[in-house]
């Protein structure tokens, strides 16, 4: 095994904190992993991690070892891209990962164009609304909409969109439209937990009104949103991304626009101490200009 491939293998040992997790991603044997590490502590003549019945352990050394070898991976890395040029000729896989719906909404029906850009390049979409461990998980690139709450992360905004009341027609003509944002508390609001929950803050110019929605209907994801408030069940807040096709046929219709709502951003997120593969910035790239292009509902 190589210098510069032993110390990937220790990163990733210390990244995911065992040698089995280490030898998963890598895709190779756990026995692999270990000789490795063993060869790498002879050469170094140092010991670089402690191993215990409860994992594994960096040692002072390990420490230092870690963070320079990381460094000079990604260094490595960036040379390869820079002489790639700029992206050109992309090849392997790119595991992404994004919300549910934002991606079967606003990312899938739309990779065509970005495959035949780079026809070299495998695209592996993780979907889940929940932040997942980047590093655990092997993504290179996270989309994550709302606020950041990981200060471990490097994170660019690539994008925002509005955040409006709405529900179905239907809803509307039986219980009526509310009129202010007290009103809203007449009504039954469809609660995504993973959003902003049930603290929803209307603002109309120097006045704040924040309130405490409620309702009968909680859901963990997007997709639960969505279905509840087309089977008439109750009014939310929503990101205009969320139920953008609803919107521009009038299947549900937005209410309070005389009150603004904190736009919902789009995040591009990294893994800290990563440098952002020439694949990732691509991608990032391609779904920036994809959004610019999209018109709002």
């Not at 220790?10 to 030898?23: K, L, P, R």
């Not at 736009?263 to 959004?291: I, N």
């Amino acid at each position: 095994m190589d210098r510069l491939t032993a110390m990937e293998t220790f990163v990733h040992v210390i990244e995911t904190g065992s040698f089995s997790a280490a030898a998963k991603r890598l895709g190779i044997g756990q026995p692999a992993v270990s000789k490795s590490i063993a060869q790498l502590e002879t050469r170094l003549a140092v010991r670089l991690v402690l191993r215990s019945t409860r994992g594994l352990t960096p040692t002072e050394a390990g420490l230092v070892f870690f963070e320079k070898a990381k460094r000079a991976i990604d260094e490595a890395n960036a040379a390869d891209d820079a002489a790639r040029g700029a992206g050109a000729g992309l090849t392997g896989t790119l595991r992404i990962s994004a919300p549910v719906t934002f991606a079967r909404m606003h990312i899938i029906p739309h990779l065509g164009p970005f495959l035949t850009q780079f026809p070299e390049l495998n695209v592996d979409v993780v979907l889940d609304d929940r932040s997942l461990n980047l590093i655990e998980e092997g993504i290179d690139v996270a989309l994550r909409m709302g606020n950041l709450n990981d200060s471990s992360l490097t994170a660019r905004k690539i994008g925002e969109s509005p955040c409006v009341i709405l529900g179905t027609p239907a809803y509307f003509e039986r219980f009526g439209e509310p009129a202010t944002p007290a009103d809203v508390l007449q009504h039954q609001a469809i609660i995504y937990t993973r959003g902003e929950g049930s603290h929803w803050c209307f603002t109309q110019g120097d006045q704040e009104y924040p309130i405490v929605a409620h309702g009968r209907v909680r859901v963990t994801a997007a997709e639960g949103v969505r279905a509840a408030v087309l089977s008439h069940l109750g009014l939310t807040l929503s990101s205009t991304w969320m139920f953008a096709p609803e919107l521009a046929s009038g299947e549900v219709k937005t209410v309070l626009a005389d009150w603004t709502l904190p736009a919902r951003d789009l995040w591009a997120v990294y893994a800290t101490g990563r440098m952002a593969s020439a694949k990732a910035r691509a991608f990032v790239e391609y779904v920036e200009q994809l959004l610019a292009e999209t018109p709002s509902p």
